[in-house]
């Protein structure tokens, strides 16, 4: 799981928080499979759950790679004036795509 298995953050490169919590599929996986029989499919399973965001953060790294240096440096000049503060306190560094409380 991670980064080693391609769940990687593409805005951070991370894939601490996506290991652990397609750790936690991959256990669900086994569990069905060992009390119900169920079919592994764990690939299927992981991306249903966190495909979705992963890909948001794939779109989105594509988008900072389009940006020039002047529009990057506009965007620092910018976070001084409280635009981070404002991120911190209602974005999710992962989770940056709306998701039901149940994921979290």
Not at 50 to 74: E, F, I, Q, T
């Amino acid at each position: 799981c991670g980064d080693a298995a391609g769940m990687v953050k593409s805005t951070t490169g991370g894939g601490v928080v996506f290991g652990g919590k397609c750790a936690h599929v991959a256990a669900e996986q086994i569990a069905g499979y060992i009390q119900q029989g169920s079919k592994l499919d764990f690939e299927s399973a992981w991306r249903k759950e966190y495909g979705g965001v992963l890909n948001a953060h794939y779109a989105l790294r594509k988008c900072y790679n389009l940006l020039g240096n002047k529009m990057l440096s506009a965007g620092v000049f910018l976070s001084n004036f409280g635009l981070n503060s404002l991120a911190s306190r209602k974005g999710d560094m992962d989770f940056i795509v709306s998701y039901p409380a149940s994921v979290y």
